[in-house]
């Protein structure tokens, strides 16, 4: 087999599992999106704001210590324990949910039947809010994030693809680690939207809002829970992308590559946040891989929108969005 | 309400109070946005030394020095507000610590008299004296960093690159750029083959990148990477099993944040520095005790003798000791702006200034002039070791090679001077 | 009272056409343009023009450039930022090919430039809509910054990518470069903000401007009762895509001097302009400008009061910056959803009532 084959179907591998990676942030914009109309800007902030508490609570950090001292005139940083990671998730994910409910609370229960560019004005507020608050509650120098999720090379897929093809496949153990993760969660999601009487309620306020409302659902409920799922779906691409690169501020960058994802995929559509990341996964990884070195590289940014742009020429409500009705 | 106005009043009085310090550092600091865990170190660095100064010494010549700090995000737009808010006190100099901004205020800090000091970053042809009358990058710049570095993989190899493939992994921007005009000339006279992978901005996805470099193999790698784009990459090239002691990068892809989040992966990783790393210098025990310990640090003292709070220390030093120099050519202890510049061209550091300042052997000797702003383009390679959690150097300074890069250098501030009409001085 | 339609009597139909036909808003604009033009100049130093006045004048034609395109027109364009690198690069190469033609036909160039450019990118608004619409923007956002940053071509083949404004001037007076007087630099962004929002005003209340309503309010009823949606959306990105090249042009020529295209035109600009639309309010030029006041002034009055008054450290101030700014838009929206345009219009009503509120 050509060297230039096999080196393909290892990239092609490689961009399935970052599409999985950008489909996770993706996810909460979807879940955010179909039941309340909320084009939620403020996702990747929300990743970052998780992944921060996350490491704050495990190393018993002192929230809002820089600014204590200055007022103060202190000097406290630590309360000197740690906690251990799946009790911090939990905590962490306490947080989110509280986070939930003061969104709701506080902005959304006032912004009810408003448009939707205004609904996203409010989560651009809330994005520069929550960057500002994560920054002043936990400094914003650089973290290391480890819950104990292995990383590296995957050596018994590198030991058996070179005993076939005389090359080992390069993959992440992080990246197979955050499929089974998103494959679980994605059913989860699926199931509890399905068969729980949550999840019921929460589709049928997707559907319509005010019939939803008239046979007895608790539109507050349903959107402080969709806040929570939304701030745990952040939370677990926050671990992800964090445990990869420390958690820092650029963490919150990574909303710029879910936003192809779900052009591709639909707004509303949790299987389309799938099967778009996966697309563009590959599409940015192959492009880069087959075209990037003749023209300069650093294509995948680009080539991500171009290819969503040119499968929307065809699709214009994107591969699973609802199909747009118009009447005069 | 009215409380509150008159505290607000009060504030106002109180700040506007105390007099004005004579000798004024402004430090365009970035402790916030994407690159904010590189940024705060060295501003850190940068505000303690001067404090230093002022708490044992009494500032410079018996001149309190002020440190007025300004955000900029690392973002050239509030660079200029930072840049105007702050020239009209008196600022002897800037350290723009971006290169974006450095570009930018280039010609306004020119036409100002106010000199510019970039070490290690900016823009590299302003080592060309002749033409950048108010911008010194002394003592070393990216061209010498990489001259430094393919030197140091000469010796590796033991004394030939030929046949041998460097590969450039780079930030996708000015910065990111600079190296690859020095690379494709040392490459034609090495004969090592050279390829450039640019990496975006942020850098946070670089598996592309990585893979390539898995198929391709080459030999080395030099980095210049700034930003969470240096964590990922160390940690990519310790997942695919690249050889980490074949992997340097710049001295902005050096410091202990960069390698921390990689643990043991990271053990062997090399990078180009311009000054000594640890803390075991006598000066970090002063501002221990003189700065620290009367809690008047601008951190929280935990980040002494990290690679870049000994950067902003340096940059501070090499502030003051020209400070100094003006004091001494003027014979007065209130300086201007203009009298500073013409110390930074007569500048001299030798072994005895940084002993005296309890920093021995911190950095390389070198001397600048008025065709040469840029110092000799010393730089020493440093080692990580993950089981001891720091770095060491590796080697001694060395200097780069000024047959390539001079013409380059040459070529580059002509063109500059062509554009603006900026006729040679020094003459 | 203060402010009534009615009793301003016309005899004329050029009285009936004119810009501003009440007089209050007349008046009020003559006011605005004789302090503008008359006042600042000469008290303004270099901190004030820098610091405030040209982001916010430059902004401001970006804004309206915007605003024309998302807030009349109802396409949603995230590519603002790639457009005012066209127009910077396209003024870059203007000025250095051709130095003794007067810059102000370079911007004006520079501004058609990127409206041929924004057309290009606008084709596939006949085929994608609403929210969709933002990736093919997106595309040329990231293309374009791409582009500029890979072909040496652009950047004159300097070393590290980075683009200098060579000094130019306007009737003897230098307007770029570092040796530029701060009352030229601010009068020659004037003038063009002037220029920009005069042909905007009367564009958005012509035929044009009508057309790109009734495609915003309804594209198919719209197409119903006469309106070709090709040339009205390809109009709406021209016009939106010249003042964006514009303000592109003065941004890196005038305002920063040096620029380099990843950081200086970014996605961050694009949004930043978005949000200067939506906070100042969607189809209205007064809210362009409001918006682009907003946000430009707030963070740096937050800083001064902040960081230079009371003295507190840097970052603290930075992040309050961050979140008051970010509470601040969500409280405009809790009290009043769209945008500071609307309070304007809350407060005519009320100028046009009082004494008596009822």
Redesign the interface.
Known sequence: MPEQFI?GI??FL?GL??GV?YALVALGFVLIYKASGI?NYAQGVMALFAAMTLVGIMNGQVPFA??I??IF?T?V?HFGWHVPAFVAILLTACVMVGFAWIVQR??FR??VG??P??L???T??????????S??MWN???K??DVGLP???NFAIDDYTYGIFGYGF?I?NLDIVATIIAAILVLALTIFSQYSKQGRAMRAVADDHQAALSVGVSLNFVWIMVWSVAGFVALVAGIM?GT???V????S??A??A??VL??GG?TSIPGAIVGGLIIGVG??LF??AV??M????????FA??L??IF??FR???LF?EK?I??? | MKTKLTALALGVTMAAGPAMADLVFPSLSYRTGPFAAGGIPYADGYADYFTLLNQRDGGIGGELVSVPECETAYNTEKGVECYESTKDAGALMYNPLSTGITYQLIPKATADGIPLHTAGYGRTSAKNGKIFSHVFNYPVNYWDGASVGVNHFKDVAGGSLEGKKITLMYFNGSYGKEPIPTLEALSAAEGFEFNAIPIDYPGQEQKSQWLQVRREKPDYILFWGWGVMNQVAVQEASNIRFPMENFMGIWWSGAEIDVLPAGDGAHGYKSIQFHNVGSDYPVFDDIRKHVVDTGMAAGDGSNIGTVLYNRGVYAAFLASEAAKDAQAATGSSAITSSDMRDAMEAFEMTEAKMTAAGLPDFGPEFSVSCENHGGDGSAAIAQWDATAMEWNLITDFSNSDASIIGPLIEADSSAYAAENNIAERCN | MFYRESGDFKTTYIDDDQTFPIKFDRYRYYAVMFVAFAIIPFMVNDYWVNAIFLPFLIYSIAAIGLNILVGYCGQVSLGTGGFMAVGAYAVYKLMTAFPDVSIVFHIFAAGAITAAVGVLFGLPSLRIKGFYLAVATLAAQFFLVWLFNRVPWFYNYSASGQINAPERTVFGEAVTGPNVNAWAVYLICLVFVTITALIARNLTRGTLGRKWMAIRDMDIAAEIIGVNPLTAKMSAFAVSSFFIGISGALFFAVYLGAAETGEAFGITKSFLILFMIIIGGLGSIFGSFAGAAFLVLLPVFLKVVGADWLGVPTDIVAHFQLVIVGALIILFLVLEPHGLAQLWRVAKEKLRLWPFPH
């Open positions: 080196w290892e990239v490689n599992m970052a990676l084009f820089h600014l001292n200055a005139g000097n940083h506080f902005i006032h912004l408003q448009e560019i205004i996203f004005m409010a651009i507020g809330l994005a520069y809010f929550l960057e500002g608050v920054d002043l914003s120098e650089i290391k994030l990383q590296g090379i390069f992440d992308w990869k690169s420390g820092q501020f650029s963490l960058l990574i710029l590559k936003l192809p052009m591709l707004f940015e990884k880069e891989f990037g070195p023209i300069g590289g650093a294509t995948e940014n680009w929108y171009v969503a742009l929307l020429v214009p409500q994107g969005g747009i118009e009447r005069v």
